[in-house]
């Protein structure tokens, strides 16, 4: 199945010095083959393409991998050999394939639409043992979702043959924007609540003078009631000069607050 396509890389390595045939992966790391995706269903193609390099480049990540993108293998080969890898999904032809380029590993997959939401089916196989060691079906609202959901659907795809390989996949990475963000409209929220009741205090006070000079007159008690005026008349002043201000203010940060941080909860919900 795979003799046109090594010809092919052949023919191509024989008539020009680059681009070279990828070296060797570096002694204890594995190499990885990523395969072009395909499109089911439509998709436009550039999606496509822009998720076969996303899953690239996620992989390329991992420190005991040696990623081989898609677009690596192209640039080694003809028109006719790039057509058999795209084509290529049995296990003989994964395994050759995987073989002529020096990789144990092969990602391969598709990427398409299911209702309005996008999907992708991404699969590891092994050419050493020539069977599928992890399968991943990954749907989202829209494929610009992709990105956030990605490294941790392809951490799970390796997971079985990083057991198996007695390999050790590295801490998963925290989720510290949304959680920052979290953290920021909280602390948003609870300053604004305490400007607000700072920059309430003197409404308050002023209101409380005038009911204590009220009663004041009403008995008669002119100091009492010339103290009380005195001190509406300053808590009147405070209000208008900042405590207003500060009422307001706060109430705007305790508002961004709460949007603040429903985005952070909603990106740590997503997690």
Excluded at 37 to 66: C, F, I, K, M, Q
Excluded at 208 to 215: E, K, M, P, Y
Aim: aromatic share 4%.
């Amino acid at each position: 199945m795979l003799a046109p396509l090594l010809a092919a890389l052949c023919v191509s390595q024989l008539a020009t010095a680059t681009p070279a045939a990828p070296a060797p992966a570096p002694v204890g790391r594995v190499r990885l083959l990523v395969l072009d995706l395909t499109a089911e269903g439509g998709v436009d193609p550039s999606v496509v393409r822009t998720v076969a390099a996303l899953v690239a480049a996620e992989l390329a990540t991992y420190p005991d991998l040696n990623v081989v993108a898609g677009a690596d293998v192209k640039a080694m080969m003809e028109l006719e050999g790039d057509k058999q890898v795209a084509g290529c999904s049995e296990s003989s032809c994964l395994a050759e394939l995987a073989g002529a380029l020096g990789a144990r590993l092969v990602v391969f997959g598709s990427v398409g639409v299911l209702g309005t939401r996008s999907v992708v089916h991404l699969n590891l196989f092994d050419s050493l043992t020539g069977q599928s060691v992890g399968r991943q079906f990954v749907e989202v609202d829209s494929p610009g979702a992709l990105s956030s959901v990605l490294p941790g659907r392809l951490r799970l795809l390796l997971e079985h043959f990083y057991g198996e390989a007695g390999l050790v996949l590295p801490p998963e990475p925290q989720a510290a924007a949304p959680l920052l963000l979290s953290l920021l409209g909280g602390g948003a929220v609870l300053g604004g609540v305490v400007a607000v009741i700072a920059g309430l205090s003197p409404w308050l006070s002023y209101h409380q003078q005038l009911a204590t000079f009220s009663s004041a007159t009403d008995d008669g008690n002119v100091e009492d009631a010339a103290a009380a005026r005195d001190d509406a008349s300053v808590a009147g002043t405070n209000w208008n000069s900042w405590g207003l201000p500060l009422v307001v203010g706060g109430g705007v940060l305790a508002g961004v607050g709460l949007v603040v941080g429903a985005v952070g909860a909603a990106g740590l919900g997503s997690e």
